[in-house]
């Protein structure tokens, strides 16, 4: 019964920490997109897209405070202080979180693999979308910013009643920033904007970038919007597609491409970590908890800072092994060593306190 009670107490208050971080993750990226929809009959779709890679960073938080805030409050109330003397509800404890940890793990499992990166590339198809007709439904004779690095300014436009996916425009005025970080100012006599393609002619282009800079006239040229709105595109090659877009890819395009590409396969054990990392995160808040209870300061603001704490280390352990996975062996030992350690640091406690407890 005693096992049963921890548990439901750690999903209650998991699921109620999961909705409030995935709504605040939700709001605060929505905040940096708001120039991009057109309505905000488009905000409701675009938040469920976005929802699974909000989980991505949700989860972990969530499932940590769980147990702080569950154990933490027991510890404050002094319902386990039978802790340190029974070692039936040690063991008790110690099952219902390894318990929880392990049902929290499939979950994150399936949206680390699957459910975000594909719903993360429909939602970014999605900006896209909504980003174009946005651009054909510009007023004329104002500066627009449909995106960030990117202004857009022309003196009129004609919409093709024949095709709808077409606009055309007259003086155009484009500002923009390349993936490459290099700035360029375009200017056109007429635009036409069809489908994916912006046509421009008669017209100039300058780079702004001081050591590569110059100036240029053309007759005709056409740019990519999706490259304009460094947007992800749909190209034939898929190869080069999921070699370059990592984080869209799912299971499946992983497990198959990892042989072949080196990113591919770095992409696959940083998952694989995060996953571990998932696992070990409400272990290492009862660790901690097991430091600040003792000194009575285990409150909820405590809690935030040590499993925010513990989330910003993992995420940039995971990270900063891409940097070192330029040799294969030393990526192995910085993504997997520090987990290893952690590992057995936990495991070595856990048999010092049941010798000396026992």
Same mark, same amino acid.
């Given at each position: 019964?005693?096992l049963?009670?921890?548990?439901?107490r750690?999903?209650?208050n998991?699921f109620l &920490?999961?909705?409030i971080?995935?709504f605040?993750?939700a709001?605060?990226?929505?905040?940096?997109?708001?120039? @991009?929809?057109?309505s905000?009959s488009s905000? %409701?779709?675009?938040?469920?897209?976005?929802l699974p890679l909000m989980g991505v960073?949700? @989860? =972990?938080i969530?499932?940590?405070?769980a147990?702080?805030?569950v154990i933490?409050?027991?510890?404050?109330?002094?319902?386990?202080?039978?802790?340190?003397?029974?070692p039936?509800l040690?063991k008790?404890?110690y099952?219902?979180?390894l318990?929880?940890s392990?049902?929290i793990v %499939?979950?994150?499992?399936?949206?680390?693999f /699957?459910?975000?990166?594909?719903?993360?590339?429909? $939602?970014?198809? &999605?900006i896209?979308?909504?980003?174009k007709?946005?651009?054909?439904?510009?007023e004329? $004779?104002?500066?627009?910013? %449909?995106?960030?690095n990117? @202004?857009?300014?022309?003196?009129?436009?004609i919409?093709?009643?024949?095709d709808? /996916?077409?606009?055309?425009?007259?003086?155009?005025l484009?500002?923009?920033?390349d993936?490459?970080?290099?700035?360029?100012v375009?200017?056109?006599?007429?635009g036409?904007?069809? $489908?994916d393609?912006?046509?421009?002619?008669?017209?100039?282009m300058?780079?702004?970038?001081?050591p590569s800079?110059?100036f240029?006239?053309f007759q005709?040229t056409?740019?990519?919007i999706?490259?304009?709105?460094?947007? =992800?595109?749909?190209?034939?090659?898929m190869?080069?597609?999921?070699?370059?877009h990592?984080?869209?890819?799912?299971?499946k395009?992983?497990?198959?491409l990892?042989?072949?590409? =080196?990113?591919?396969n770095?992409e696959?054990?940083a998952?694989?970590?995060?996953?571990i990392?998932? &696992?070990?995160f409400?272990?290492?808040?009862?660790?901690?908890l097991g430091?600040?209870?003792?000194?009575?300061?285990?409150n909820?603001?405590?809690?935030?800072?040590?499993? $925010?704490l513990l989330f910003l280390?993992?995420y940039?352990?995971v990270?900063?092994s891409?940097?070192?996975?330029i040799?294969?062996?030393?990526?192995?030992?910085?993504l997997?060593g520090t987990?290893?350690?952690?590992s057995?640091?936990?495991?070595l406690?856990?048999?010092k306190r049941?010798?000396?407890?026992?």
């Amino acid at each position: 019964m005693l096992l049963f009670y921890f548990l439901k107490r750690f999903y209650k208050n998991f699921f109620l &920490f999961l909705l409030i971080l995935i709504f605040i993750l939700a709001f605060g990226d929505m905040l940096t997109r708001l120039t @991009v929809l057109p309505s905000m009959s488009s905000i %409701p779709k675009l938040i469920m897209l976005m929802l699974p890679l909000m989980g991505v960073f949700a @989860v =972990p938080i969530a499932s940590s405070l769980a147990v702080f805030s569950v154990i933490g409050q027991s510890y404050q109330y002094n319902e386990v202080l039978m802790f340190h003397f029974l070692p039936n509800l040690r063991k008790v404890i110690y099952k219902s979180i390894l318990i929880f940890s392990l049902s929290i793990v %499939p979950l994150y499992a399936f949206l680390v693999f /699957d459910f975000a990166p594909k719903s993360y590339l429909e $939602g970014k198809e &999605f900006i896209l979308t909504v980003a174009k007709e946005h651009m054909s439904q510009l007023e004329p $004779g104002k500066f627009h910013y %449909p995106m960030a690095n990117f @202004v857009i300014y022309f003196k009129n436009k004609i919409n093709d009643f024949n095709d709808e /996916d077409k606009t055309k425009f007259f003086k155009v005025l484009l500002m923009f920033q390349d993936d490459d970080k290099q700035r360029y100012v375009m200017t056109a006599r007429e635009g036409i904007l069809d $489908g994916d393609i912006l046509y421009l002619k008669d017209g100039s282009m300058q780079n702004q970038n001081s050591p590569s800079s110059y100036f240029a006239t053309f007759q005709q040229t056409q740019i990519s919007i999706q490259k304009l709105l460094h947007q =992800p595109s749909k190209v034939d090659e898929m190869k080069r597609f999921q070699a370059r877009h990592l984080k869209f890819l799912a299971w499946k395009d992983l497990v198959s491409l990892k042989s072949k590409f =080196p990113k591919v396969n770095m992409e696959f054990h940083a998952r694989v970590a995060r996953i571990i990392w998932q &696992f070990l995160f409400p272990f290492l808040s009862f660790i901690i908890l097991g430091i600040w209870g003792r000194l009575n300061f285990s409150n909820l603001v405590l809690g935030i800072l040590g499993t $925010g704490l513990l989330f910003l280390f993992s995420y940039l352990q995971v990270s900063l092994s891409k940097i070192f996975w330029i040799n294969k062996l030393i990526g192995f030992l910085f993504l997997y060593g520090t987990i290893f350690f952690i590992s057995l640091t936990l495991f070595l406690i856990y048999l010092k306190r049941r010798e000396t407890r026992t």
